[in-house]
C-alpha cells in the first residue's frame, strides 16, 4: 500500500507525520512518500525522511499515486477532484463545521477517517489526537497568559513587602483545562476552575486547583465524556458565579466546548467591561466561536484594558513535539487498519475503527456526524 503525507497550509507549522514515524510505517510493509516541504516547518528535512525510507514528490503525484492520504488539517474543496473514488483519508476533517466536504468526500466515495471522532475509551487513549493536541493548548495558554499580564503569576516576599499570587480562572476541566491548571500551579497562581462535570472534581483538587460547583447539571449519557448543553435555568446561575469570580481574577482561561455546536458564551461583555485593568483572558474555543462573548479568533485584542487572546491552533507553535505526538496518535491507529502484509483492512466490528469512520462507499457512516448533517 502507498501511504502520502500532504504539507500543511501556510498558516501550521505541524506535520502529520514525522521522520521517525516514517521508519515505524515501513516496518509495516508500506510504502510512504512525503510532499516535498512537508516538515520544513516543523524542523524535518526531505532528507531526514528519505533516511528514514520515504521518497519525496511533489503534491501532485502524492495524490495521485497514494492510496492512504494522511494529513492534519483537511484540503479543500478544489483538491477533491484529484482524488480517486475508493482513496483513503485520515485527518482532523471537523465534520460538524465542513458539512460541504463530508458530502464531497460520501459523493466522491472516499473512505475517510476522521481523527477527531476516536471514541474516548481506555484502549483509544494512544490514538486520541485531541487530547494530545489539548496539552499542548493547555500548556501554552498558560505561558502566553503570563507573557501579557503586567503582573507575577507567583507570590513575591521582598523588601518593599509581599505581592499577591495571580488568580487564575479556568472555564472546562478537559485535558486543555487540567494541563492548565497544573501549570498555573507550577508558576504559583491561585486556581479556580468550573466545569459543568462533577466527576471531575478530584482530577482539579489533585492538581491543586479549586473547583467551584453549579448544582442542578445535566449529566448527558453516551457522551463519551464530553460536557452536554444545559438548562437555561443552569446557565443563569453558572454565569452569575462566573461573572463574579472573572472580576476577582487576573486571567481567564476558557477551554468549554461541545462537540459539535458552537462553543458555549460564558463571558459576557458585562464581564469584560468590569474586568480589573490589565486582566487576561485566554480563548482556547475561539475557532468555534469562543467561550468570550468579544473573543476574535486568531486575533489579539484589547478591550476596557483587558487583553483577549482567540486561539484555537497552540499546538502549531509548538510544531515538533506537536507533529510527534500526533504522528504517534496516527501510527496506532493505522496499526488497526493494515494488515501484517502492509494491506488494507477494515474491521468494523472493531469499535475504534468504526467510532472513527466518517465516510465509507458513498455513504456517511459515523452515528454522531449522521445525527447533525
Request: include cysteine; aromatic fraction near 6%.
Amino acid at each position: 500500500m502507498e501511504l502520502g503525507i500532504l504539507k500543511e497550509p501556510g498558516y501550521e507549522n505541524r506535520v502529520a507525520i514525522m521522520a521517525e514515524v516514517v521508519k515505524a510505517l515501513t516496518a509495516l510493509k508500506v510504502n510512504v512518500g512525503v510532499e516535498k516541504g512537508a516538515g520544513e516547518r516543523s524542523m524535518v528535512s526531505d532528507s531526514e525522511y528519505r533516511e528514514a525510507g520515504a521518497s519525496i514528490a511533489a503534491r501532485e503525484e502524492i495524490f495521485k499515486k497514494s492510496d492512504m492520504l494522511i494529513m492534519i488539517n483537511p484540503f479543500g474543496q478544489s483538491e477533491l477532484k484529484l482524488l480517486s473514488r475508493e482513496k483513503v483519508i485520515v485527518a482532523i476533517l471537523n465534520p460538524f463545521f465542513n458539512k460541504e466536504l463530508v458530502a464531497g468526500l460520501a459523493e466522491n466515495e472516499i473512505t475517510s477517517f476522521s481523527m477527531e471522532l476516536i471514541p474516548r475509551i481506555t484502549r483509544a487513549q494512544a490514538m486520541d489526537t485531541l487530547s494530545s493536541m489539548a496539552t499542548i493548548a493547555g500548556y501554552k495558554a498558560v505561558l502566553d497568559a503570563a507573557f501579557h499580564l503586567p503582573r507575577f503569576f507567583p507570590m513575591f516576599m521582598s523588601a518593599v513587602g509581599t505581592i499577591k499570587p495571580a488568580k487564575v480562572l479556568i472555564l472546562g476541566a478537559g485535558v486543555a483545562g487540567l494541563q492548565a491548571i497544573a501549570i498555573s500551579r507550577k508558576l504559583g497562581a491561585v486556581v479556580e476552575v468550573f466545569d459543568v462535570r462533577a466527576a471531575v472534581k478530584e482530577e482539579v483538587e489533585s492538581l491543586g486547583g479549586r473547583f467551584i460547583e453549579v448544582e442542578g447539571v445535566t449529566v448527558g449519557k453516551n457522551t463519551g465524556g464530553y460536557a452536554v448543553d444545559q438548562t437555561q435555568d443552569f446557565k443563569k446561575r453558572q454565569g452569575e458565579l462566573i461573572h463574579r469570580h472573572s472580576l476577582a481574577a487576573d486571567v481567564v482561561i476558557c477551554t468549554a466546548q461541545i462537540p459539535g455546536k458552537k462553543a458555549p458564551i460564558l463571558i459576557h461583555k458585562e464581564t469584560v467591561e468590569n474586568m480589573k485593568a490589565g486582566s487576561v483572558i485566554v480563548d482556547l474555543a475561539a475557532s468555534t466561536g469562543g467561550n468570550c462573548q468579544i473573543t476574535q479568533n486568531n486575533e489579539v485584542i484589547q478591550y476596557n484594558k483587558v487583553t483577549i487572546i482567540g486561539k484555537s491552533n497552540y499546538p502549531s507553535d509548538m510544531p515538533n513535539v506537536a507533529s510527534n505526538m500526533f504522528g504517534k496518535n496516527i501510527l496506532n491507529f493505522l496499526k488497526l487498519i493494515i494488515d501484517e502484509e502492509g494491506n488494507l483492512e477494515l474491521n468494523f466490528e472493531d469499535e475504534i475503527v468504526k467510532g472513527t469512520c466518517l465516510t465509507h462507499k458513498g455513504k456517511i457512516v459515523n452515528e454522531r456526524v449522521k445525527s447533525v448533517i
